[in-house]
């Protein structure tokens, strides 16, 4: 069974990504996520390609708690 998640939990993703030097459009691709998941919230897409976008941009930024910090600003 696939596990989803919506596109709004990419919100403030790309300038989250922006501030620690990473570019949001090759991580992005590099996860399998359509660059058009960070401008319409109720996209479904898998939730494992989710965390490999926020491992790969907490490793990539060398903050690891890059993750963490997107949450806060989601306010979820």
Do not use: K, N, T
């Amino acid at each position: 069974m696939q596990h989803l998640v919506r596109s709004v939990s990419l919100r403030h993703y790309d300038e989250s990504a922006r501030r620690v030097g990473l570019v949001p459009e090759v991580m992005l691709a590099r996860s399998g996520i359509p660059l058009q998941y960070l401008q319409d919230p109720d996209l479904f897409f898998p939730y494992e390609r989710l965390i490999e976008l926020l491992e790969a941009s907490a490793r990539d930024s060398a903050h690891p708690s890059f993750g963490a910090e997107l949450g806060l600003l989601q306010g979820l």
